[in-house]
């Protein structure tokens, strides 16, 4: 007996949109297939959900450490190159965008009329020296014929003195021969008295009466002559001190002439005329100097100002230099981001125009007082209108690590991030 096999009936079609499984595939390959696509799903989800905890929770822990903000600038101590006096610009060596070197020649300026100021101040200069020269000259000479005419007349004081000595001497032999002559002239009036009355008395003869009568008045004529000298001596004494006291007055008078030269020479030797010369001179050399404008620092012209043939005026700007180096940058942070931060702080740096760069940096200095204390028109909060608004305060931050081939330009937009913890 035969065993008829069943038929088979054809398969059913699959509703749209359901693939039926590869005809070469079985019911049991399928089965097996289940398990392992849920497995690779399970992987995958727990590899992303730990991706997702390490970055999210490296970026929580970034964000609890660092005080950020999105308002801030590269910045520069931008040179504002001026003009000190008032002329016409002659050339412009440089132009805008090019760098420059520290001491680079910028501008020249026209410097006819400060040159002939410069010879104009030369020639008063020189005239002002040479007439301080003349004047000392005349003033020294003075000053040497007072000194000769003291000399000079110190010179007689010793001699007048020798005169008082000797008019001295002569007074004192003087007044010693009067003793003697008057003893003289004392024995002759007596031995005349003496004759007298022996002659009287007839025991002497006449004749001797007239010897002693010449005896005393020999006597007498020598004393005479004796006082007559002392007279002569004490004349000559009083000449002779007065020829000291005239030799000392022009001792005095010379001295004095002395001074009066000496004070002569210190007004011609005055510097007073000389020093204003020279400073004239010293201004017009420098205004000269001024015509040649150099570069205060290494970097970059930023903007001109001025141009060839115009006339500006001191103090006018001529040009902007952009500094090369002195580079920082310039945050507002909130004032409730200031509580921990600290000078010296390190900072994470990334600007618009380098994606994926984070320069490094240092929190070098904290604003004193937030911008709206330096608008024009202040904030005026005891007007009863007060609205409290969070204020930004300017934080100045150093650039540590910055790259010749990603130049950082003052005005550019950065994000800064200071680590506070």
Same mark, same amino acid.
Request: cysteine-free; hydrophobic content about 40%; proline content about 5%.
């Given at each position: ?158 001699? $007048?003195? #020798?005169?008082?000595?000797?008019? @001295? /001497?002569? +007074?004192? %032999?003087? !007044?010693?021969? =009067?003793? &003697? *002559? ?43 002559? $004796?006082? #007559?000298?002392?007279?002569?001596? @004490? /004349?000559? +004494?009083? %000449?002779? !001190?007065?020829? =000291?006291? &005239? *030799? ?64 500006? *005026? ?64 202040? *904030? ?42």
């Amino acid at each position: 007996m035969q065993t008829r096999e069943p038929e088979l009936s054809p398969p059913a079609t699959p509703p749209d949109g359901v693939e039926l499984p590869d005809s070469g595939e079985t019911n049991g390959d399928a089965a097996r297939k289940g398990p392992r696509k849920r497995v690779i799903g399970i992987v995958v989800g727990g590899i992303a959900l730990v991706l997702l905890l390490i970055f999210g929770i490296r970026y929580l822990a970034y964000a609890h450490a660092h005080e950020g903000t999105d308002d801030a600038r590269v910045d520069a101590d931008v040179v504002a190159v001026t003009s000190k006096i008032n002329e016409r610009i002659d050339k412009i060596l440089v132009d805008t965008n090019q760098s420059v070197k520290k001491g680079q020649l910028l501008v020249v300026m026209d410097d006819a009329d400060e040159r002939a100021k410069l010879s104009q101040a030369q020639a008063q200069l020189d005239l002002a020296l040479a007439n301080q020269r003349t004047n000392t000259q005349q003033g020294q000479g003075g000053v040497l014929t007072a000194q000769a005419a003291i000399a000079n007349a110190q010179t007689g004081i010793p001699s $007048a003195q #020798a005169g008082v000595a000797q008019a @001295q /001497a002569q +007074l004192v %032999a003087a !007044q010693a021969g =009067v003793p &003697a *002559a008057q003893q003289s002239y004392n024995r002759a009036a007596a031995d005349l008295a003496r004759v007298q009355s022996l002659v009287n008395t007839g025991d002497l003869p006449a004749q001797q009466l007239d010897a002693a009568r010449a005896d005393e008045a020999n006597a007498a004529a020598q004393l005479q002559s $004796a006082s #007559a000298q002392i007279d002569v001596a @004490q /004349a000559n +004494l009083a %000449a002779a !001190q007065s020829k =000291v006291g &005239a *030799a000392g007055a022009n001792v005095q008078s010379a001295q004095g002439g002395l001074q009066s030269a000496q004070g002569k020479l210190a007004q011609n030797a005055d510097p007073s005329q000389v020093e204003s010369a020279r400073a004239q001179y010293d201004l017009a050399r420098q205004n000269l100097n001024y015509t040649h404008v150099y570069s205060p620092i290494d970097g970059y012209v930023g903007e001109k100002s001025a141009e060839v043939g115009q006339t500006v *005026a001191a103090g006018m700007t001529l040009m902007t230099l952009i500094p090369q180096n002195d580079i920082f940058v310039t945050a507002n942070f909130k004032e409730t981001q200031l509580g921990d931060m600290r000078i010296g702080q390190p900072v994470d740096i990334k600007v618009d125009a380098y994606p994926g760069v984070t320069f490094t940096g240092k929190l070098v200095s904290i604003n004193p007082a937030s911008q709206n204390t330096y608008a024009l028109v202040p *904030a005026q909060n005891a007007t009863g209108n007060f609205v409290k608004v969070t204020q930004r305060i300017p934080v100045r931050i150093s650039i540590d690590n910055q790259d010749p081939d990603r130049p950082l330009r003052p005005g550019m937009s950065v994000e800064a991030y200071v680590k506070v913890r």
